[in-house]
């Protein structure tokens, strides 16, 4: 679940960042409203692009991106796409961005690959939305360039690139100045990955990175306050951010089966065998090491905001974790729940035989092995799906 | 025999004093892990774990004074990849790393410049390893295990301990207990630990536990073709996680299909690995391939 802890920014903060490090761009101006939509088009000047500020892929396709003559035209555009929703996601605000004629596209983007272990330059000159067929179809017509990982980007691989892509000859300096800056952005903000798509070339000759995707490092955020707050939690579901806020990783799912468990890998696994017992997940929810009874309450707090939630799995193997402390936690915690529902407890490892009284005289439904936890909490759901 | 750690361990503790240090420090001496040193800038000199382990400020001053030939990291992750390049400057051949939450750029520095000097990490953000009744290193609870002739390798935590006890309860025995650690970049893959426990003469048969994401266990699954012939049982976990939120269209690019739990399973079926639906099938997958 490790992609899951990557911070993606809006299209407009990742402009904002690649524009500081000298990446040319038509920035636009961000507007919550129609009538603000109407006013940046009326600052802006002539024709612009009416952008929906969503976290999720094709938008385009859903009709959040339109092109607008006028400011008459953005506000009516912006108010068809303020409120929309794009798979799942509603959209708050538009980006009110110049128009730009487009003699050719191209895709530039620098990830971490972990694979070479290596920021890895990705670079096609078939930019656009459907990069991903091309890599399919197409393979070669895709540059994958690691860059060494102790000297970074060199001048060389630069240029390599830029002829790879065939940039104009006269806009090769600007080429340069884009893959740099979309380098050192890339750097300095502990990116996982930062990427241009498209950027192009205009009818009048000029390069410009015309959208733009960071996704951050959660990892490294402690040292970036500044990246930090351009984190949108208006796409955030409520829960998942109390989560983050109390430490424990949650990800929300359809199912009847509440799981706490500590440990990403046997979160999953848990998840895995209340499926294999012919259950369905509500919840993927990695309560971190060392919990204590407060995580312990905020973890119930959030697996039974969920309504569809009828039965909770806790699976608890301690180490740093110590089992006696749990099941006190998980007491603690029921007795101030505004709803009951049947709970199934594993406790092993660290502590765990003191743990057993404690369960017994509350009176949960215990299991010594994870696959009877599994079925138990399946069957206390009301049984297979 | 086992892998990388034993009775000869000689095992220094950066961030001893520290209260996870501590803990698990107490934890691996009980087990008989033998710990000759700890290091905690500014307080060198003192003595840690009760009067039984001198700390040092510096690692080089530790090495120095107690030929100490393996470390195992607590500190913070701001201050993590230091300690690793640490120790690696101090020539310790052997780095085991705990921290959780190393930022992702660090650790590539910290890959390349350890794996030029010839240090082998474990981790970061792993529970440490155990060699079974000879040296613990870790957090890797140490009563779950029992000897035997298998080797455990595993990107997870609290799931290599579930695996183990499966395999401890099953009477099912371990050389060596390895967690590789989740993290985008990590010290030592699955291959590294699984070549080293195909040529390790006491493990007979080997487990290995991934999970979904990365590309890790497909290669693994592609060595161990060409090279293992020892029997093997997997779990992989994940088969009902959402995908990944995806990472722009470099990440789909990157990945091409693999990453799932279904590509995972079946690059290590067409390998001859057998795959179990539950960690606690796994013993009985090595028996019916034959280990005792």
Not at chain 2, 111 to 131: E, V
Not at chain 2, 160 to 179: F, N, P
């Amino acid at each position: 679940m490790q992609q899951e802890k990557a911070v993606k920014l809006q299209e407009y903060r990742s402009k904002e960042i690649l524009a500081r490090h000298g990446v040319p761009l038509l920035a636009g101006q961000i507007a919550a409203t129609p009538e603000e939509a109407r006013a940046a088009a009326a600052d802006i000047g002539g024709p612009v692009v009416v952008k929906a500020q969503v976290l999720v892929g094709g938008r385009g396709k859903a009709g959040g991106v339109k092109l607008a003559a006028t400011p008459d035209e953005a506000e009516q555009k912006a108010r068809e796409i303020i409120g929309l929703d794009i798979k799942g996601t509603v959209v708050k605000t538009v980006l009110i961005a110049p128009a730009a004629d487009i003699a050719h596209e191209y895709y530039l983007g620098l990830i971490l690959d972990r694979a070479s272990r290596a920021i890895t330059v990705i670079a096609s000159a078939d930019g656009g939305v459907e990069i991903e067929e091309t890599a399919k179809t197409n393979p070669t017509a895709i540059l994958r360039l690691a860059l060494h990982p102790l000297i970074g980007l060199q001048e060389h691989e630069v240029r390599r690139v830029g002829f790879f892509l065939g940039i104009p000859a006269g806009l090769r300096q600007d080429f340069a100045a884009v893959l740099r800056g979309l380098f050192n952005a890339f750097v300095s903000s502990d990116a996982d990955l930062a990427e241009v798509n498209p950027l192009v070339v205009t009818d009048d000759g000029r390069l410009l990175a015309l959208d733009a995707k960071i996704v951050l490092d959660d990892s490294a955020l402690p040292r970036h306050p500044d990246l930090e707050e351009m984190r949108d939690l208006n796409e955030e579901a409520p829960s998942e951010i109390a989560a983050r806020e109390a430490g424990i990783s949650f990800i929300k799912l359809d199912g009847s089966i509440g799981c706490m468990v500590n440990g990403a890998g046997l979160a999953m696994t848990t998840m895995d065998l209340v499926k294999l017992a012919g259950g369905e997940p509500a919840n993927f929810l990695d309560i971190g090491g060392g919990a204590k009874a407060d995580r312990v309450a905020a973890a119930f707090k959030i697996i039974l905001d969920d309504p569809n939630v009828k039965a909770i799995l806790i699976n608890i193997f301690g180490g740093i974790t110590r089992g006696d402390e749990v099941a006190r936690g998980i007491v603690e915690a029921r007795s101030q729940l505004t709803r009951d529902v049947p709970m199934v407890v594993r406790i092993v490892g660290t502590n765990a035989d003191e743990a057993k009284p404690i369960l017994a005289e509350a009176q949960l439904i215990t299991a010594d092995s994870l696959d009877d936890a599994a079925a138990k909490a399946v069957a206390a759901a009301g049984g297979a799906a | 025999m086992s892998i990388l750690v034993n009775g000869d361990t000689r095992l220094l503790v950066q961030g001893i004093t520290g209260r996870e240090g501590e803990f698990h420090s107490t934890a691996m001496l009980e087990y008989g892990t033998s710990i000759v040193a700890g290091v905690t800038p500014g307080k060198g000199g003192q003595l840690a774990l009760d009067g039984r382990v001198p700390v040092f400020d510096t690692v080089a001053d530790a090495v120095a004074q107690t030929g100490a030939n393996a470390t195992c990291i607590f500190v913070p992750a701001a201050f993590a990849p230091d300690a690793m390049l640490e120790a690696s400057d101090a020539n310790i051949p052997l780095v085991i790393c705990i921290t959780e939450g190393v930022p992702a750029l660090d650790m590539l520095r910290v890959y390349h410049l350890l794996r030029a000097k010839g240090t082998r990490l474990i981790g970061p953000n792993c529970p440490g390893l155990t060699s079974v009744d000879e040296a613990k290193v870790g957090i890797i609870p140490g009563n779950i295990h029992t000897r035997g002739p298998v080797g455990l390798v595993s990107r997870s935590g609290t799931l290599t301990y579930e695996v183990v006890q499966a395999m401890t309860d099953a009477g099912m025995g371990q050389t060596t207990t390895v967690g590789i650690g989740g993290d985008p970049i990590v010290g030592t893959s699955f291959v590294d630990i699984l070549d080293m426990f195909n040529q390790d003469p006491e493990t007979e048969a080997i487990v290995m536990i991934g999970e979904i994401g990365g590309e890790e266990e497909e290669k693994a699954a592609a060595f161990c073709a060409r090279e293992v012939r020892k029997p093997m049982a997997a779990f992989i976990a994940g088969r009902t996680a959402p995908p990944g939120r995806r990472m722009g269209h470099a990440g789909a690019i990157i990945s091409g299909g693999a990453g799932t739990a279904e590509s995972k399973r079946m690059a290590l079926e067409k390998a001859g690995i057998r795959v179990a639906d539950s960690p606690s099938h796994i013993p009985q997958l090595l028996r019916d391939a034959g280990v005792r």
